[in-house]
């Protein structure tokens, strides 16, 4: 068949920020911008109309749809261009587009009711778990290389039998607890290997400290409570706060079909709460989350609006049930395909960034507060690298300086190099022993 000109198309829709929102007689918003870049490229005309029932499309009692997606199957409009979730139950009675949105189930709820009250132990969040625990092996192997080094060198411990090691393992342990609060130390490392050692551990700890305060800061001024309400898991293992969703909503039916434990668990609350925890639309679910411990469960790209739009609501990171938004036509309309190769042809251009960019423009200050995280193992991984280094190059120059004692030892007494480095090691480990005979028999050791 010939055209005969532009098509005039009749396309339903719904009120929602910011997808079409009216202005005077005009509608505007992200779907109205949406239909008319996608008018131009497949050369129809049309009319916009207001869903009657205000509704997007769920099956009735009776066993017929109501909304957008009953005016489709009915007839009554060509295209439904809104953020209409594409579900299978819908794919059966309607075709739709390839999606124009990309979108999942969040949690959003209010900023102060989301965080967390100060804990006594907070002063330890400014490190994870496994950088407190590396600082503690690191400050063990610390004192034992300290304790070796001091042992083995004997610029620092010249004759182990008649004089008394500074650098007991209590000792180091104190040295180096002394140096990590940056106090004074009773005894000053005399031996190059020691001193070394203890200049590595001076800088580790002078840069942790500051990595410390610096995250510390940023903790207490970004007002960071990290968030309770991470998952789904964590709404349903809490009291304090209520949870609901739209009623009839397909966020509603994802829960009531999910076989997840979790997914069933919030499902089983809402149920049997529906009457003061289901929402009839997203104005309401924004007052009840502003006004009180209320957490909104649905799509996490609507919330995202919500959140630019309202300062003091706030996302929790999990989303699940990854769907998307399409443009629904009668099923088995060639309208379909063409439509889904116009939106792909949008979204490759970069078009639909720039809607979404456009229409979820925000102009709260604190978008970034929320992404303090204490300092992990792979932040301070440097620092231990360098300590590592300065401890084993500490150990090995205590190692030099003992067989360098050795060496001028054997040479005086005409024996092996081997022999005399084993008897000082020897010696310099067994000295608690020995020390003690020798104050108890001081003769022995006169000459």
Known sequence: AEDKGPLTLTVTTILEDPYAMARGT??????????????????????????????????????????????????????????????????????????????????????????????????????????WTGLLIAYLLTCLCLFLAARLSPCEWNEPGNEENRFTCLNSLWFGAGALTLQGAAHQPKALSVRIITAVWWAFTIALLAAYVASFTA???????????????????????????????????????????????????????????????????????????????????????????????????????????????????????????????????????????????????????????PLGPQALGGLFLVLAVGLTLGVIVAVVELSNKSRNTAEQKKRSCCSIFTEEISQRFRIREEARQNRENPEKIKP
């Open 26 to 131: 005009e509608l505007e918003g992200f779907c109205m911008d949406l239909l008319e870049a996608i008018s131009k490229m497949l050369h129809f005309n049309y009319t916009v109309k207001i869903v009657k029932d205000r509704r997007y499309g769920a099956v009735s009692p009776g066993g017929n749809w109501t909304g957008m997606i009953g005016e489709v199957v009915r007839q009554e409009a060509d295209l439904a261009v809104a953020p209409l979730t594409i579900t299978a139950a819908r794919e059966e009675v309607v075709s739709f587009s390839t999606p124009f949105l990309q979108t999942g189930i969040g949690i959003m709820l209010r900023r102060d009711s989301a965080s967390r009250g100060t804990s006594l132990f907070q002063f330890l969040a400014p490190f994870s778990k496994e950088a």
């Open 219 to 373: 903790l207490l001024t970004s007002g960071n409570d990290q968030l309770p309400i991470q998952t789904f898991e964590d709404l349903v293992k809490q009291r304090e706060i209520q949870y609901g969703m739209l009623d009839g909503s397909s966020t509603f039916h994802f829960f009531k079909n999910s076989k997840n434990p979790i997914h069933q668990m919030v499902y089983e609350y809402v149920d049997k709460r529906r009457d003061y925890v289901l929402v009839k639309n997203s104005q309401e679910a924004i007052r009840r989350a502003v006004e009180s411990n209320y957490a909104f469960i649905g799509e996490s790209v609507s919330q995202d609006l919500m959140v630019a739009r309202h300062c003091n609501l706030v996302k929790a990171p999990e989303v699940i049930g990854a769907r998307g938004y399409g443009v629904a036509t009668a099923k088995g309309s060639p309208l379909a395909r063409k439509l889904s190769i116009a939106i792909l042809k949008l979204s490759e251009s970069g078009d639909l960034d720039y809607l979404r960019n456009k229409w979820w423009e925000t102009s709260c200050l604190h978008t970034g507060q929320d992404r303090w995280s």
